[in-house]
């Protein structure tokens, strides 16, 4: 899968449901929503997404901050759009392989969905750590958003922030 569908698949959600938050998107796909239950134990991730039958489930760690629920709802959403039919818990067991690569697709869909292509713009910093303190993201996903930026895109952004002496950076 590449980063044009990814990002457009994003454009498209934005589009026809602005606004929406993942968990809201989730629950408008019919996906079912839950917790994990505490008996389970402790060696759990901070979410999954499975299918059984026609049903899709998204369950995630009830411990988790508001921002790291939204987080992962994006990061399980991810899933849901772009890996509907495969059991990531299964993958990782028999193709550690295939297990990263959904991983990293699900991480770019979470930096194309939280962050928009001018929050460097709106921030006006290239500091990326800046940038997730404000987001309130890990900076891994500011990272892959600067990665995931059209090249013309980053280099007009590291020329305006290089001539500028309000840039600030730390």
Not at 24 to 52: N, R
Not at 100 to 119: G, I, M, Q, S
Request: with cysteine; net charge negative; glycine share 4%.
């Amino acid at each position: 899968m590449n980063l044009k569908y990814i990002k457009e698949k994003v454009r498209i959600l934005k589009k026809y449901y602005p606004g929406y938050s993942a968990l809201e998107l989730l629950h408008q796909f019919k996906v079912v929503t839950s917790c994990f239950d505490d008996i389970l134990g402790t060696d759990l991730p901070e979410g999954c997404y499975f299918k059984i039958g026609n049903t899709k489930y998204v369950l995630i760690d009830p411990n988790l901050s508001d921002e790291d629920k939204k987080r992962v709802y994006t990061h399980e959403l991810g899933h849901v759009l772009l890996h509907p039919d495969i059991n990531t818990l299964e993958v990782e067991k028999y193709d550690p392989i295939l297990y990263e690569k959904l991983e990293k697709e699900a991480d770019t869909f979470v930096a194309e969905f939280l962050l928009d292509d001018d929050v460097f713009m709106k921030y006006f910093t290239g500091c990326n750590y800046k940038i997730a303190n404000h987001e309130k993201i890990p900076v891994r996903y500011v990272n892959i958003k600067v990665n995931n930026l059209d090249k013309s895109v980053k280099k007009h952004y590291e020329q305006l922030f290089a001539t500028n002496s309000h840039y600030v950076s730390y």
